[in-house]
T-cell receptor
Framework: SQTIHQWPATLVQPVGSPLSLECTVE??????LYWYRQAAGRGLQLLFY??????ISSEVPQNLSASRPQDRQFILSSKKLLLSDSGFYLC????????????????FGSGTQLSVL | DQQVKQNSPSLSVQEGRISILNCDYT??????FLWYKKYPAEGPTFLIS?????DKNEDGRFTVFLNKSAKHLSLHIVPSQPGDSAVYFC???????????FGKGTMLLVSP
């Protein structure tokens, strides 16, 4: 069966420090991978998604970047964190054949609570 | 511009009663709709979905209704249980797109 791992679970970082959140998926090949953020009053905001190694689409211009160095690995990074980067970060995956109109769903990781102080 | 709207940030219901969570969308390209449930400090989990060719889908205590002409869907939980207390997200997708668009969520509190 497929599983998604996301770490760390919680993170407290000072403003201006770098960030690296990692996500890996097991039990599937060629998944679509996503980074979402849940911030207060903002719901689930899509940050980045990737349909393949090295292919990253950014949905919202901001202080963050994403990389996909391996098929089942997705990394969220920042060179200098801002206070506004605080939030609950979620990694998710779907089968590569996700077309948006069939009986498929996003599967989420357990999330990382990031507090920037 | 928010394409999926959940206008009620919170809803309180007594145990055993019906919970009705609402969702509106603006993008007429959306043709598949999903509800996710999220507990604090956990990732959302899939609850129920509906295709645009249907107007109702039922799964146990959960039923989703879709009104395409009004671009409106609702999630009914009957009977509500305290364990249903969570944030519920409405999401939509369009054919050919690899992403889901989520609403802001509605926090449901079911009291004993």
């Amino acid at each position: 069966s497929q599983t998604i791992h996301q770490w760390p679970a919680t993170l407290v970082q000072p403003v201006g420090s770098p960030l690296s959140l990692e996500c890996t998926v097991e039990g599937t090949s060629n998944p679509n991978l996503y980074w979402y953020r849940q911030a207060a009053g903002r719901g689930l905001q899509l940050l980045f998604y990737s349909v393949g190694i090295g292919q990253i689409s950014s949905e919202v211009p901001q202080n963050l970047s994403a990389s996909r160095p391996q098929d089942r690995q997705f990394i969220l990074s920042s060179k200098k964190l801002l206070l506004s980067d605080s939030g609950f970060y979620l990694c998710a995956w779907t089968p590569r054949q996700f077309t948006g109109a069939t009986n498929e769903k996003l599967f989420f990781g357990s999330g990382t609570q990031l507090s920037v102080l | 511009d928010q394409q999926v709207k959940q206008n009620s940030p919170s809803l309180s219901v007594q145990e055993g009663r019906i919970s009705i969570l609402n969702c509106d969308y603006t993008n007429s390209m959306f043709d598949y709709f999903l509800w996710y449930k999220k507990y604090p400090a956990e990732g959302p989990t899939f609850l129920i979905s509906i295709s645009s060719i249907k107007d109702k889908n039922e799964d146990g205590r959960f039923t989703v209704f879709l009104n395409k002409s009004a671009k409106h869907l609702s999630l009914h939980i009957v009977p509500s249980q305290p364990g249903d207390s969570a944030v519920y997200f409405c999401a939509a997708s369009a054919l050919g797109y690899s992403t889901l668009t989520f609403g802001k969520g509605t926090m449901l509190l079911v009291s004993p």
